[in-house]
T-cell receptor
């Protein structure tokens, strides 16, 4: 595609519910990243996928968070039993093998947990 | 660990004013340095980058020079426009091979008034 897309753009949920966020990276990009951006704070790394290698999950804040990626395509970030502190913008980025340092970001999903 | 410190905003300037947004970093090894910009309602996009000491990145009239001696990468523009209003993120990346771990600053909001 032309760019990284994410859905939904906004999500309001009740505390305790599960949510699933989706990311479609740029076609052909082998690397995919998820970040969390809380209000007034910088980007917080969550997880990294590179091709078929084992993902780097070191940034996931708790076992309520998980992510999957099928090959080099779509990724989903799942948050189980959401808490109010999960409210944030969740950003996805992808990069190509030829230009690994440059990440292309999607518009983000704004999650609000009531 | 790696960290990026940038000035907190918001920064409000009149059109055609000179802009400086300070950024300093702490990193092991030899990081690459970036400025990303996030326009209202859009995802982050790469503005400029520098991969080694004394390199100058430039784009759209913005410049930043990689200063290893002061561990800084300050963003400058000689004459800002209303269309430059956005949030600016300083970032660094480290890691050889396939994995580029990126650390972001908190972002500085710039508002340019006519």
């Amino acid at each position: 595609g032309a760019g990284v897309s994410q859905s939904p753009s906004n999500k309001v949920t009740e505390k305790g519910k599960d949510v699933e966020l989706r990311c479609d990276p740029i076609s052909g990009h082998t690397a995919l990243y998820w970040y969390r951006q809380r209000l007034g704070q910088g980007l917080e790394f969550l997880i990294y996928f590179q091709g078929n290698s084992a993902p780097d999950k070191s940034g996931l804040p708790s076992d309520r968070f998980s992510a999957e990626r099928t090959g080099e395509s779509v990724s989903t970030l799942t948050i189980q039993r959401t808490q109010q502190e999960d409210s944030a913008v969740y950003l996805c980025a992808s990069s190509s093998r030829r230009s690994r340092e440059t990440q292309y970001f999607g518009p983000g999903t704004r999650l609000l947990v009531l | 660990g790696n960290s990026v410190t940038q000035m907190e905003g918001p920064v409000t300037l009149s059109e055609e004013a000179f802009l400086t947004i300070n950024c300093t970093y702490t990193a092991t090894g030899y990081p690459s340095l970036f400025w990303y910009v996030q326009y209202p309602g859009e995802g982050l996009q790469l503005l400029l980058k520098a991969t080694k000491a004394d390199d100058k990145g430039s784009n759209k009239g913005f410049e930043a020079t990689y200063r290893k001696e002061t561990t800084s990468f300050h963003l400058e523009k000689g004459s800002v426009q209303v269309s430059d209003s956005a949030v600016y993120f300083c970032a660094l990346s480290t890691g050889g091979g396939g994995y580029q771990k990126v650390t972001f600053g908190i972002g500085t909001k710039l508002q340019v008034i006519p």
